[in-house]
């Protein structure tokens, strides 16, 4: 990486079951030393999600100035923080999510039956088989709708309303750092089409990140796979759908993944936009 111009870090606030272990590997252990970049991990305190403003500050006063391990991609389960809160300026940020009731459904069952990642280790609720279908009916925590409230927290950041669950103020705010500090979010569903748009749109991080991803084995294109994963039943389908909570989180899931085709069309498919479109002139 030797442009001047490139940007210095990359980070990707990854969310638990989205296919991010895949993706991790994908565009960035797997080709972070042959572009020259570091590749660190962010390992979150108890599993949470969200840092405290003083936390933030050290975070963002240590990357930034830790130039031996510059330029670097950051990946980790926490919430969307501003830098420039703190005086610095952003890093680039990217992130995937998934249909909110699918990655629900992974939760549920990794914790009962684990992934292929790690066949060994017992999970937390493992021996209880009870179904998602029997969850529902019996209105078992494991199953709370409050449960799907996820992603928008974790693009909304680190307020007290982020992680209230349907609150309207927080799907808002969700879009709006979105839409103000991403450079790219793709979906789960079409992970091989966000692999190439990162690679086209961020060369100096990611070129060759889609011809590795393609030449991966299958068993390599999808880690972590959860095991015995049952699909709900249509009632059960109905009762999620009707919740307030499930229609933000699908309404925000909806909205990116909109976004991400309109790009999509933009950079890759239309040959019109292949080359650039802008050039110089009048130049004094």
């Keep these: 990486m030797n442009e001047k111009s490139a940007p210095l870090i990359v980070l990707y606030n990854r969310i638990p079951k989205t296919g991010s272990t895949t993706f991790t590997n994908a565009i960035a252990y797997d080709i972070g030393k042959v572009n ?11 599993n949470r999600f969200m840092m405290n403003r003083i936390d933030q500050g050290i975070f963002i006063n240590n990357i930034t100035k830790w130039n031996e391990r510059l330029p670097a991609f950051y990946h980790g389960h926490f919430a969307f923080m501003d830098f420039t809160k703190f005086g610095h300026q952003n890093p680039v940020y990217v992130n995937m999510i998934r249909e909110p009731l699918e990655r629900l459904l992974s939760h549920y069952y990794f914790l009962r039956y684990g992934d292929d990642y790690r066949v060994g280790l017992k999970r937390k609720r493992a021996g ?3 179904t998602f279908d029997d969850c529902v009916i019996k209105g078992n925590r494991d199953c709370d709708f409050s449960n799907l409230w ?3 927290p974790y693009f909304c ?5 982020c992680a209230k669950p349907g609150n309207k103020y927080a799907l808002e705010m969700a ?16 992970m091989d089409k966000l692999i190439r748009i990162l690679d086209k749109l961020l060369p100096a991080f990611f070129n060759g990140a889609y011809a590795n991803y393609q030449s991966l084995p299958s068993n390599k294109k999808h880690l972590r796979n959860t095991l015995r994963k049952s699909k709900p039943s249509d009632e059960t389908m109905a009762i999620v759908k009707a919740n307030i909570i499930y229609q933000m989180e699908r309404e925000f899931y909806d909205f990116v993944d ?12 239309n040959s019109e936009f292949k080359l650039n479109q802008f050039h110089y002139e009048k130049i004094k």
Excluded: C, P
């Design 36 to 46: 020259n970049f570091w590749t660190v991990h962010l390992n979150m305190t108890k």
């Design 128 to 130: 209880n088989n009870e």
């Design 150 to 152: 996820v992603q928008i």
């Design 157 to 161: 950041g680190s307020y007290s309303f």
């Design 175 to 190: 879009k709006r750092n979105y839409l103000a500090h991403y450079l790219v979010v793709g979906t789960t569903e079409k």
């Design 258 to 269: 909109s976004e991400f085709d309109f790009l999509w069309k933009k950079v890759i498919e």
